[in-house]
């Protein structure tokens, strides 16, 4: 099993910056795949930014230019920097850890972000 530990959500008037972190624990294999999706009310959960193992990284084309993500290997710990907020980027964003050898995907607890002036 993969425990998350989310942090970093909470309300930012539209233009501003907030940071998502993850640490993940428990049985996790050496090559995985991290990452943040998002899910606002009524649509369906959808990718925003993923990073490899190995440090490959793939965006939503709709935060290409204002998201960052990023990791520590040695503390199982992604991130996302989140620039210049939009109020359609208002939705619970979820800690994603997929596992290759096991085709397994886990799920973090989920954290709020809302963008509103």
């Known amino acids: 099993q993969v425990q998350f530990v989310e942090s970093g959500g909470g309300l930012v008037e539209p233009g501003g910056s907030l940071r998502l972190s993850c640490e993940a624990s428990g049985s996790i294999f050496s090559i995985y795949r991290m990452g943040w999706y998002r899910q606002a009310p009524g649509k369906q959960r959808d990718m925003v930014a993923t990073i490899t193992s190995g440090g490959s990284t793939n965006y939503a084309d709709s935060v290409k230019g204002r998201f960052t993500i990023s990791r520590d290997n040695g503390k199982n710990t992604v991130s996302l920097q989140m620039n210049s907020l939009k109020p359609e980027d208002t939705a619970v964003y979820y800690c994603?850890?997929?596992?290759?050898?096991?085709?397994?995907?886990?799920w973090g607890q989920g954290t709020q972000v809302t963008v509103s002036s």
């Open positions: 994603n850890l997929f596992v290759p050898a096991t085709a397994t995907t886990y």
